[in-house]
């Protein structure tokens, strides 16, 4: 059995149902939530949990179809099902522009990743767009946040000031940085975010935040204060890896596990050059 919890939150047809699912147990970064509002799924868990995945789902589809299948971004910890559930529902999942190729195609994945998560199938999909709603008519808003993935795209309910914000959360701290992203554009788009009207932050990983705003302006404000810190003492002459184990410590096991994919090293190489403006 690797569903890990369950999760409710609010009430009538604002709630929102959760379960965390994962292969391992390590973590939050180990372990995933597919979260469904009335007929609509936010992503679709990794494929190496599916048949806990369609369980749950079968469950739910007992008291109301699914109608719509919304993937924030091709990551396969989110993508991972979408073609079983496309194929098991009879749907056509809606992913953002910039990932569908990707989708489509397929990609490879790291070994850690493929280990943890598994490797998506290909699917076809049909590009989110800025008229979907939920079962009630209220809207369901996409907003591209690029910086950890090209394609990330948040999804904002206006009225039920909910925020689906894929991987923009996760921890009020960031420590690592993938090679292909893009701490810049991370900044921006969470200065992006930081301009919309919600309360409660619905992250796949950490859960349910119900502070949620605050919980994004205080990861915001602590990369701020890295790369501010992290510049002055490039200026002082230090190089990379002194401020890298001045400000987050020497590099641990995820750096060698990762072959630096995924390291404190690439987050204090782009902190150095960050330059506030946002949107």
């Not at 919890?5 to 009538?12: D, T, V």
């Not at 292909?180 to 992006?192: F, G, T, V």
């Given at each position: 059995?690797?569903?890990?919890?369950?999760?409710?939150?609010?009430?009538?047809?604002?709630?929102?149902?959760?379960?965390?699912v994962?292969?391992?147990?390590?973590?939050?970064?180990?372990?995933?939530i597919?979260?469904?509002?009335?007929?609509?799924?936010i992503?679709?868990?990794?494929?190496?949990?599916w048949?806990?995945?369609?369980?749950?789902?079968?469950?739910?589809?007992?008291?109301?179809?699914?109608?719509q299948?919304?993937?924030?971004?091709?990551?396969?910890?989110?993508?991972g099902?979408?073609?079983?559930?496309?194929?098991?529902?009879?749907?056509?999942?809606?992913?953002?522009?910039?990932?569908q190729?990707?989708?489509?195609?397929?990609y490879?994945?790291?070994?850690?990743?493929?280990?943890?998560?598994?490797?998506?199938?290909?699917?076809?999909?049909?590009?989110l767009?800025?008229?979907?709603?939920?079962?009630?008519?209220?809207?369901?808003?996409?907003?591209?946040?690029?910086?950890?993935?090209?394609?990330?795209?948040?999804?904002?309910?206006?009225?039920?000031?909910y925020?689906?914000?894929?991987?923009?959360?996760?921890?009020?701290?960031?420590?690592?940085?993938?090679?292909?992203?893009?701490?810049?554009?991370?900044?921006?788009?969470l200065?992006?975010?930081?301009?919309?009207?919600?309360?409660?932050l619905?992250?796949?990983?950490?859960?349910?935040?119900?502070?949620?705003?605050n919980a994004?302006?205080?990861?915001?404000?602590?990369?701020?204060?890295?790369?501010?810190q992290?510049?002055?003492?490039?200026?002082?002459g230090?190089?990379?890896?002194?401020?890298?184990?001045?400000?987050?410590g020497?590099?641990?096991?995820?750096?060698?596990?990762?072959?630096?994919?995924?390291?404190?090293?690439?987050?204090?190489?782009?902190?150095?050059h960050?330059q506030?403006g946002?949107?």
């Amino acid at each position: 059995m690797t569903i890990r919890r369950h999760y409710r939150y609010g009430s009538g047809t604002d709630t929102v149902l959760g379960t965390r699912v994962g292969r391992f147990n390590l973590g939050i970064n180990t372990t995933f939530i597919i979260y469904r509002i009335g007929d609509t799924v936010i992503d679709t868990g990794p494929s190496n949990q599916w048949r806990h995945v369609r369980r749950v789902l079968q469950q739910d589809w007992q008291h109301t179809p699914l109608r719509q299948l919304l993937i924030t971004h091709h990551h396969e910890d989110h993508s991972g099902n979408a073609a079983r559930i496309a194929a098991l529902s009879g749907i056509v999942p809606h992913a953002p522009q910039l990932g569908q190729a990707k989708l489509a195609s397929g990609y490879r994945t790291p070994l850690l990743q493929k280990m943890i998560w598994g490797s998506p199938r290909p699917v076809q999909t049909t590009p989110l767009h800025d008229q979907l709603t939920l079962a009630d008519g209220s809207p369901v808003l996409p907003v591209h946040t690029p910086g950890h993935a090209k394609d990330l795209t948040c999804l904002y309910l206006p009225r039920q000031k909910y925020l689906f914000s894929g991987d923009m959360y996760i921890s009020k701290s960031l420590k690592y940085l993938r090679k292909d992203e893009n701490l810049q554009q991370l900044m921006d788009s969470l200065a992006r975010l930081l301009t919309l009207d919600f309360d409660i932050l619905f992250c796949p990983h950490r859960g349910i935040v119900e502070d949620g705003r605050n919980a994004l302006q205080e990861k915001y404000d602590n990369l701020q204060a890295l790369c501010r810190q992290a510049a002055t003492l490039h200026q002082q002459g230090l190089d990379t890896t002194q401020i890298t184990e001045k400000l987050l410590g020497p590099e641990d096991w995820m750096a060698r596990v990762t072959g630096n994919n995924l390291c404190k090293g690439n987050l204090i190489r782009q902190a150095i050059h960050w330059q506030p403006g946002g949107c």
